[in-house]
């Protein structure tokens, strides 16, 4: 599980993300990958200002966890089990049990 910046996955939706900002927040979202390849998407939440060397905090970033609830909730739907977390509440790793699952 990552935390995104919904602003760099393309040059339209970086136009979007500016232009609907307001002062200078940018869009984020947690994404779950399987071997490099986004399978699951978080709803977006609000991030004050420029966040590349302090992490987001739910005190001013409102929705980062129910975002990361959110996504939890899906893998746990679809089979996947939480087997290490990081410094960070979304540096998650999973497994998914039944690997032939879909």
């Known amino acids: 599980m990552v935390l995104e910046n919904v602003g760099d ?3 339209w939706a970086g136009l979007l993300t500016v232009l609907a900002s307001q002062s200078g927040s940018t869009q984020q979202r ?9 399978r699951y998407k978080s709803s977006t939440f609000p991030v004050a200002g420029s966040t590349n060397s ?7 970033a409102p929705g980062l966890t129910a975002a990361l609830d959110e996504l939890r ?3 746990a739907r679809d089979g996947w089990e939480q087997l290490t977390r990081g ?16």
Request: glycine letters at 6%; aromatic letters at 14%; hydrophobic letters at 30%.
């Open 73 to 75: 909730d899906d893998l």
């Open 87 to 102: 410094k960070q509440p979304w540096s998650l790793t999973f497994r998914r049990a039944d690997p032939s699952a879909t």
């Open 54 to 60: 302090i992490p987001p905090q739910e005190q001013w």
């Open 9 to 11: 996955t393309s040059w």
């Open 30 to 38: 947690f994404v779950g990958q399987v071997n490099g390849e986004t």
